[in-house]
């Protein structure tokens, strides 16, 4: 099936001939779903931490910071803005020239409360010879949309969600990276030093490093702190071959291989190589201005401080088990596992081998906030493997929906995951552990897409968030929705929480 030519090009990603006989197998085969025991809610594998035990975590967060270790702030930020835009540029293609939609009434209403106004103006008065307020009065609306939109004018339609203009101050409006970049200084300093690492797309790498040389020192004059800025780009090797419908492999018109991103799951191997003790990873749209900081910046202290205190006593409990543990320390360490870790043996036995290989792995504590019907994933106690019953986040497309049970579950859940995480990711030793063989590999997904009119398959590799960290020790604490902000939409910006 596979040609010389082929093999040269997979060769040149770095893919093996083995990786891509796999992913056409699994085109055939398709995903298992995952079996679920239930939704997680509060008491039943969600932490709601009281106010005394709050202001605990934030101090072993301030202590263990102290102690010198080394904290990064990991930000996906490689998705370009399209989507977000997705109803302006159907306006501009539309066959009307008023704002017809409630979208794109409210859009025009309230142009001048987004950030990007004054830029967006400035190159209205450059390419059309007139403002915004000039253009709207004429009627001319579409010229207002389009010099948004396409390259001649401010390009959001083509830049990543991280470069365009999210807030206003006093000072010049901010990009969601510059909030990423105070947000580093707020939570995520220590030893007088952020370590900021962003994944960007190739084509966006050096539009990112000259905004951030121009913006970086002015933040750490303001803080008081240095910055570590690092970039990374999703790899070749990640990308998945790309099927016809009768699972053959996708050809170019060339007749070439056709191969597609492997989704944010290929970003484990990029998260593998950062040199970090602890790594908290968020959404880049999920930012706020200054004035609502103090809630996000506490709970992020929190989940770091619960993280912090579950790792310290696992490694303890890893200690003992390398010399001669009791019957009680086993039992111990068992309700430990058990109850603050939500693993559950099942059919298993619990001696001193399943516990050192439930607690010998990396870590996560997860910010889920209650479910207000945003799309995404939710908190579950699911089965794994081995037959064990762990925490798990999980998209829909893992769940049968044939399956009225689940479909109840996932529906009337309570939770949902804001992706907010904190990440511990070294041994009771000191060594790195090696992420991507905590990979569930099961848990990839197959979406219909199409190319050039031609229907294909695409493969998208185990969620970052989900199958790729499936295999680590999970555990939710419920966070205020004040720290949930993401921003879907354009006229998400308009939203209290973002002026």
């Known amino acids: 099936m596979l040609t010389q030519q082929d093999l040269k090009q997979i060769a040149l990603r770095g893919i093996t001939e083995q990786q891509i006989e796999t992913q056409l197998k699994e085109f055939e085969t398709g995903f298992p779903f995952l079996r679920l025991e239930a939704a997680a809610a509060v008491g039943n594998g969600i932490v709601a931490p009281a106010e005394d035990e709050r202001q605990q ?3 072993a967060w301030e202590n263990y910071k102290a102690e010198g270790h080394r904290v990064v702030k990991f930000v996906p930020a490689s998705g370009a803005a399209s989507r977000m835009f997705k109803n302006m540029f159907a306006f501009v293609d539309a066959d009307y020239d008023v704002p017809t939609t409630d979208f794109e009434k409210k859009y025009f209403q309230d142009i001048k409360k987004f950030a990007f106004y004054e830029a967006l103006d400035a190159v209205c008065q450059k390419n059309e010879g007139k403002g915004i307020e000039a253009l709207i009065a004429e009627g001319n609306y579409k010229a207002v949309a389009a010099n948004m939109l396409k390259k001649e004018g401010l390009n ?11 807030h206003k101050y006093p000072e010049g409006a901010r990009t969601p990276m510059e909030e990423h970049l105070v947000e580093g200084a707020l939570y995520a300093a220590s030893n007088g030093e952020a370590h900021v690492h ?8 050096d539009f990112f490093k000259q905004k951030v040389a121009e913006k970086a020192d002015g933040f750490a004059q303001k803080y008081g702190i240095r910055y570590d800025i690092t970039f990374s780009e999703q790899k070749p090797s990640t990308d998945t071959v790309a099927a016809n419908p009768d699972n053959t492999p996708f050809r170019e018109a060339d007749g070439s291989l056709l191969f597609r991103p492997g989704g944010h799951g290929a970003l484990i191997e990029n998260l593998n190589e950062i040199e970090a003790d602890v790594i908290f990873i968020k959404n880049i749209d999920n930012v706020v201005p200054d004035r609502l900081k103090p ?10 401080g619960v993280l912090v205190t579950l790792q310290k006593q696992a490694f303890e409990y890893l200690r003992i088990l390398d010399g001669a543990p009791t019957d009680a320390q086993l039992a111990e360490i068992a309700q430990f596992v058990e109850k603050c870790l939500c693993t559950n043996p099942k059919q298993q036995k619990v001696d001193a081998q399943y516990l050192r290989s439930k607690l010998n792995r990396p870590m996560r504590v997860c910010g889920v906030v209650k479910n207000v019907g945003e799309p995404g994933g939710g908190p579950f106690l699911t089965y794994n493997q081995d037959g064990t019953v762990s925490l798990q986040i999980l998209e829909s497309s893992q769940i049968d929906t044939n399956n009225a049970e689940y479909m109840k579950m996932f529906t009337q859940g309570t939770h949902f995951n804001p992706v907010d995480l904190v990440c511990a990711v070294k041994d009771y030793q000191g060594k790195p552990f090696n992420l991507p063989d905590y990979v569930d590999k099961t848990t990839g997904f197959i979406s219909s897409k199409s190319k050039g009119g031609k229907e294909l398959k695409a493969l998208e590799l185990p969620g970052l968030w ?29 939203r209290e929480q973002h002026q």
Do not use: C, R
């Not at 962003?198 to 790498?205: L, P, R």
């Not at 020790?473 to 354009?490: I, W």
């Open 466 to 494: 989900n199958g790729a960290m499936s295999n680590w020790s999970t555990v939710f604490v419920e966070v205020p929705l004040g720290t949930f902000n993401p921003v879907k939409t354009v006229n998400d910006l308009l």
């Open 57 to 59: 975590y934030v101090k």
């Open 156 to 166: 959001y339609g083509q830049l990543p969600k991280g470069m365009l203009l999210f």
């Open 295 to 304: 809630e996000t910046v506490e709970w992020k202290q929190i989940i770091a």
């Open 198 to 205: 962003f994944t960007v797309s190739h084509e966006h790498i």
